[in-house]
């Protein structure tokens, strides 16, 4: 069993960047596949990037080259880079993790992860 929690998140004027993070105590196994999530009023949650222990890395088509998902060991963290924000990336973004790899899951799937952090809120104003 794990906790995570995030933090980083708050509001950002279109263009600006944010850095999540999400601080994960207890077990993560091995392997593991970690992924961020987010969730607009009204709408599904909605895979973001996941990575996993093999160090590979996979993000939607609306977060490739302006998202960047990475673990930091060391850190017991993973984080998320956002550049170039726009307004319809307003949302709450949650970190999940599931102790088997990636490939093995559904992993654009939140159905697929038991273990999920409270979220953390990014509002990005125009």
């Known amino acids: 069993q794990v906790h995570l929690e995030e933090s980083g998140g708050g509001s950002v004027q279109a263009g600006g960047s944010l850095r999540l993070a999400c601080t994960i105590q207890g077990n993560i196994g091995s392997p593991w596949c970690m992924a961020w999530f987010r969730q607009a009023p009204g709408k599904e949650r909605e895979v973001v990037a996941a990575?996993?222990?093999?160090?590979?890395?996979s993000a939607a088509s609306f977060a490739q080259g302006r998202f960047f998902i990475s673990w930091e060991n060391a850190e017991s963290t993973l984080y998320l880079e956002m550049n170039s924000l726009k307004p319809d990336d307003s949302a709450t973004y949650y970190c999940?993790?599931?102790?088997?790899?990636?490939?093995?899951?559904?992993?654009?799937?939140?159905?697929?992860?038991?273990?999920w952090g409270q979220g953390t809120q990014v509002t990005v104003s125009s």
């Open positions: 990575t996993e222990s093999d160090g590979s890395s």
């Open positions: 999940a993790h599931e102790p088997t790899r990636c490939i093995w899951l559904a992993y654009s799937s939140p159905r697929a992860y038991n273990s």
